[in-house]
C-alpha cells in the first residue's frame, strides 16, 4: 500500500469506529488511539520521513489535509456524543419535529374537580380542612364515646405530644371532622363538601391504604329529608358515571347518623344484570350517610329541635376505580408511570 493510500484507509477507519461511539469516555478513547501522540496518525507521519526527497512536498500537503480531516471528523462526533449542536450543520425543516411528553393531572386530582365541580352546581360549597385533628372534632363531638372501637390505636394513628383541652392530635380518620368545624364556624342552611385526606392505621391491601381521600357532605337547614339525601347522591352519581344510576338505601349504623344508611347503587357496567363489578350482585355498595344525630347538633351548641340535615362521606379512590376500571388501590399512589399514563 502506497502511504497516500495507507493515509486514505486511516481516515476511513476512524470515520468507522466513529460512527458507533456512544459517549464521551470512548471518544476519548478512539481519539488517542488516532490523534495521540503515539497514536496511528503519528505513527504514519514517521514514515514521511523515509520518503523520496522530491515527493515530500507533495506527500506533507496531503498528510496535512488528512490530519485537518481527522480532527474534523473527531471534533463533529463529539458534539454527536455530548448532545451539543453543530451550529454549521445544515438543517432540516421538513423532519418530524421531537416529540415530548408532557405531564398531565393525577387521575385522583380529576376525580376530585369532577365530583367537586357535580357539587358546585347543585350549590354546595367546596371547603377543605385539616388532617391534623383532636379528638374532639374527630370523635366526640361526632358522638363516637372514648369506648368506641374505632378510636383503638388499631386503627388510628395518634401524634405524639400532650392531649390538649379537645383530646389527643390524631391524623383523622374521616372527612367527618369537617361536618363539626364547618358547623361550629357558620348557621344554616349549610351546604357544604369536603374532598381530602384521611388516615388510618390498617394493613395494605388491593383495598386498603393507610391513607386515603374522602369526599364528605352534609346540608343542614330546616325540613330537610331522608328524600333530600337520595336525590343528591343520586344526583352525584349520576354525574360521575355520566348516565342515570339508580340507588337504594340499606339501614345501616354510623354513629353521627339517625337512622344511618349504606347507599348502593345498580351497578353501572352491568345494568345491575350482575357482573364480576358487582360480585353478581347487580349492586355496589357505594357509602354511608344518613340523618345528622341530635347530638352532633348538640355538640356544635345549635338550638335543640330547630334543624336537620343529612350526611354522607364516601372514599374518593373507590369512586375512581369504579369510574376507571382500576382493580388495585395501591396503583393511585404507587408512582408507577405505565399506570398514570393511561389517563
Ligand atoms: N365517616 C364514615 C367513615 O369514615 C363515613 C360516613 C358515614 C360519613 C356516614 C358520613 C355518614 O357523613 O353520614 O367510614
Not at 95 to 103: E, H, Q, R
Not at 107 to 114: A, D, G, R
Not at 222 to 247: C, D, P, R, Y
Not at 271 to 296: A, D, F, T, Y
Request: proline share 3%; net charge neutral; hydrophobic share 40%.
Amino acid at each position: 500500500m502506497t502511504l497516500k493510500d495507507q493515509f486514505e484507509q486511516l481516515k476511513k477507519d476512524a470515520e468507522a469506529e466513529l460512527a458507533f461511539l456512544k459517549d464521551e469516555k470512548t471518544w476519548e478513547h478512539v481519539r488517542t488511539e488516532y490523534l495521540g501522540r503515539k497514536g496511528k496518525l503519528a505513527d504514519l507521519m514517521k514514515e514521511l520521513k523515509s520518503a523520496a526527497e522530491q515527493e515530500k512536498p507533495f506527500l506533507g500537503e496531503m498528510a496535512n489535509r488528512a490530519k485537518r480531516e481527522l480532527t474534523d471528523a473527531f471534533e463533529k462526533a463529539r458534539r454527536n456524543v455530548t448532545g451539543k449542536r453543530n451550529e454549521h450543520a445544515a438543517f432540516d425543516v421538513t423532519l418530524p419535529g421531537a416529540t415530548f411528553s408532557t405531564g398531565h393531572e393525577h387521575p385522583l386530582t380529576t376525580m376530585q374537580s369532577e365530583v367537586a365541580d357535580i357539587f358546585r352546581s347543585l350549590n354546595f360549597s367546596v371547603v377543605e380542612g385539616v388532617e391534623l385533628e383532636d379528638e374532639w372534632h374527630n370523635f366526640e363531638a361526632l358522638n363516637i364515646p372514648s369506648t368506641h372501637p374505632a378510636r383503638d390505636i388499631q386503627d388510628t394513628f395518634f401524634v405524639k405530644g400532650d392531649a390538649g383541652e379537645k383530646g389527643r392530635r390524631v391524623m383523622r380518620t374521616h372527612t367527618s371532622n369537617m361536618q363539626i368545624r364547618v358547623m361550629e364556624t357558620y348557621t344554616p342552611p349549610i351546604r357544604a363538601v369536603v374532598i381530602g385526606r384521611v388516615f388510618r392505621n390498617e394493613a395494605t391491601d388491593a383495598s386498603h391504604q393507610h391513607s386515603f381521600h374522602q369526599v364528605e357532605g352534609f346540608v343542614v337547614d330546616e325540613h330537610i329529608s331522608i328524600a333530600n339525601l337520595v336525590h343528591t347522591l343520586q344526583a352525584m352519581l349520576s354525574g360521575v358515571f355520566q348516565k342515570q344510576v339508580t340507588v337504594r338505601l340499606r339501614p345501616s349504623y354510623f354513629p353521627f347518623v339517625e337512622p344511618g344508611f349504606e347507599l348502593d347503587f345498580a351497578c353501572v357496567n352491568c345494568n345491575g344484570r350482575g357482573c364480576s363489578v358487582c360480585k353478581r350482585s347487580g349492586w355496589v355498595e357505594m357509602l354511608g350517610c344518613g340523618m345528622i344525630h341530635p347530638n352532633v347538633f348538640k355538640a356544635v351548641g345549635y338550638p335543640r329541635g330547630t334543624y336537620t340535615g343529612f350526611a354522607f362521606g364516601m372514599g374518593l379512590e373507590r369512586l375512581a376505580m369504579m369510574r376507571y376500571g382500576i382493580d388495585d388501590i395501591r396503583h393511585f399512589l404507587g408512582g408507577d408511570i405505565r399506570f398514570l399514563q393511561q389517563f
